[in-house]
């Protein structure tokens, strides 16, 4: 009986094992073909990916240098004004200073007429004109005194305004938003 069946077993057998090995085949040919497409796939996620945030940074870096450009032009801009102010406050100050010396000489000229008043009058008030010419000359040199450190203290306090207004503005031009 083995003997007559065994053709058509072996053949069925045959082909049986044919179609396995075949299927098989094409299922790993295509779990390959499926695997490289995507791992493909994944890599142009990722070159998209990568190549989105290079644009991103580069974008960045270039708004971030036209920032620091834009901050660059206003600290200039602030120190020529800055500049400018200084030289008109030392303008300022040579005139101040040419006031207090026309002051000093009208004092030293009141001094010297006090002076030449002082010793000539002979009267019964001699010791109330002497005390008025010490109480004049005494006058003249405290105003004396008092010009000079008036205008000291103008020339300080003009140069550190200047200084304070134009630190102002460089705070105002640096944290100024890119858009205004």
Known sequence: MLSNIWKPLAIISLVALSLW????????A??????????Q??????ETRNRDEETARANRERGERVE????????IKVKQNADQQLEQIKADAARSTADVERLRRTLSQL????????????????????ASAATGFL????LGESLQRNAALAAYADRARAAGL??????DAVTQSRAQ
């Open 41 to 46: 796939a994944w890599q142009l996620k990722w």
């Open 166 to 171: 134009a630190c102002e503005r460089l705070y």
């Open 30 to 39: 295509g779990y390959a073909a499926g695997k490289r497409l995507a791992e």
């Open 21 to 28: 090995g075949l299927s098989t085949w094409r299922y790993a």
């Open 111 to 130: 001094r010297q007429q006090l002076a030449d008043r002082s010793p000539c009058r002979v009267s019964t008030v001699g010791g109330a004109s002497s």
């Open 68 to 75: 620091e450009q834009r901050r660059w032009q206003a600290m």
């Open 139 to 142: 006058f003249a040199d405290v």
